[in-house]
């Protein structure tokens, strides 16, 4: 007797999930990604503009009784706890949690502002505040809740530079022989994830919360030739993701179809982190 693929322990018909940052380009598929298996999402994002031109956009091909958007801001504990509150006194009990909020580093015009030797502590200090902070905050207000429950699940949204160092050639600009440099906030954040993720899923494990984080490779958004060119080199499938290649991770992840994982950080990059 071979046995089937039991499609129903990705079904999240019974689950409220709250997703972070849903208004940049991973939130907006991780969203997707939980409607598809019937979940609910509960969209927050600093941008209410975004959250509410999201909410519309999903409405319309999923069930709008399934999409509720908040404003919130990650780096404010304050507002970390008036959403909670807030949901609290509608009886809407968050079940999951998607920390995706991010600062995404741009290049800039201004010459060598993300160089280590120049970078300043305002735009560290601001940049962890919202990377790593707020992840933190987020599971200590929402994840707390889960042990009357007995079970909960948190999923850290990181990056394949979490295993790995920028190569900062693929930056360089041969024409004008200028040199962008990933800002160091950005692996320091997402290195720090992969040991929040760790810890949380050790401290709560009693609980049945399991925590464990996704770190993407690079998703193609329309760069320019030359970048793409260096970093399809580096990677051994010889492209760039699609901006809907991580969802089947997502619904893998959130569901009881990796019930026995946890503490894990599963890099999902084309292979690049292992050349």
């Known amino acids: 007797m071979t046995n089937k693929l039991n499609i129903n ?12 940052g849903a208004g940049g380009l991973l939130g907006e598929q991780h969203a997707r990604a939980i409607l598809e298996v019937n979940g609910t999402v509960i969209l927050t994002d600093i941008n209410y503009s975004k959250l509410e031109n999201l909410k519309k956009k999903l409405s319309k091909e999923f069930n709008k009784n399934k999409i509720l958007s908040l404003k919130m801001d990650v780096s404010s504990e304050q507002s970390i706890k008036k959403s909670f509150n807030y949901l609290k006194k509608k009886n809407f009990f968050v079940d999951i949690l998607i920390n995706n909020a991010a600062v995404n580093p741009q290049q800039t015009k201004k010459k060598n502002q993300n160089n280590l030797e120049n970078f300043s502590l305002k735009t560290w200090n601001n940049e962890i505040k ?14 707390n809740t889960w042990g009357n429950r007995k ?23 041969r024409v004008k022989n200028s040199q962008y440099y990933k800002p160091i906030t950005y692996s320091v954040i997402k290195t720090g994830i992969t040991g929040l993720t760790r810890y949380v899923s050790t401290y709560w494990a009693y609980k049945n919360i399991r925590c464990n984080s996704l770190s993407p490779g690079g998703i193609f958004n ?9 970093i399809k080199k580096l990677i051994p499938l010889n492209r760039l993701a699609s ?7 997502v619904q893998f992840l959130c569901s009881d179809a990796s019930s026995y994982m946890t503490g894990q950080n599963i890099v999902v990059d084309g292979g690049r982190s292992i050349w």
């Open 9 to 20: 322990r990705y079904n999240l018909s019974n689950k409220k999930v709250l997703i972070t």
């Open 130 to 143: 919202v990377g790593m902070t707020g992840y933190f905050l987020c599971i200590k207000y929402f994840g």
């Open 151 to 173: 079970s909960g699940v948190i999923l850290n949204i990181s990056s394949d530079l979490s295993v790995i160092s920028p190569d900062h050639r693929i930056y360089k600009k």
């Open 222 to 230: 329309n760069q320019d030739k030359e970048f793409i060119n260096k």
């Open 243 to 249: 901006n809907d290649e991580y969802k089947s991770s």
